[in-house]
């Protein structure tokens, strides 16, 4: 059964970092393109960043690129994002989820598989 399960999330201060990873079974990880999504309360799920099957081609969302970085380690079948200078509106569940794809998705319905998300809370 494939599995995706994240960590890392918690309550922080406004300004601080966190590092949410995300550990795949069940799946060849190096043939799925990665990607992590956030849904805050009463909002739709939206796209964070995305990495490609090999980790050379990278999108994030326009608003977040100067303060969040996605990552693979595919020995370890584990991507990572790596948020710095958190904000409140950061707040949200952060999922990550798999793509049978060659290139970065960023319409949640492309991706195949889902974790059960992580909470990130930011306090001003």
């Known amino acids: 059964q494939v599995q995706l399960v994240e960590s890392g999330g918690g309550l922080v201060q406004a300004g601080e970092s966190l590092r949410l990873s995300c550990v795949v079974s069940s799946l060849t990880f190096s043939r799925y393109v990665m990607g992590w999504f956030r849904q805050a309360p009463g909002k739709e799920r939206e796209f964070v960043a995305g990495?490609?099957?090999?980790?050379?081609?990278?999108k994030y969302a326009d608003s977040l690129e100067d303060r969040f970085t996605i990552s693979r380690d595919n020995a370890k079948k584990t991507v990572y994002l790596r948020m710095s200078s958190l904000k409140p509106e950061d707040t949200a569940v952060y999922y990550c989820a798999a793509d049978y794809e060659t290139y970065v998705e960023l319409s949640p319905s492309a991706y195949d598989y889902w974790g059960q998300g992580t909470q990130v809370t930011v306090s001003s």
């Open positions: 990495v490609s099957r090999s980790g050379d081609s990278i």
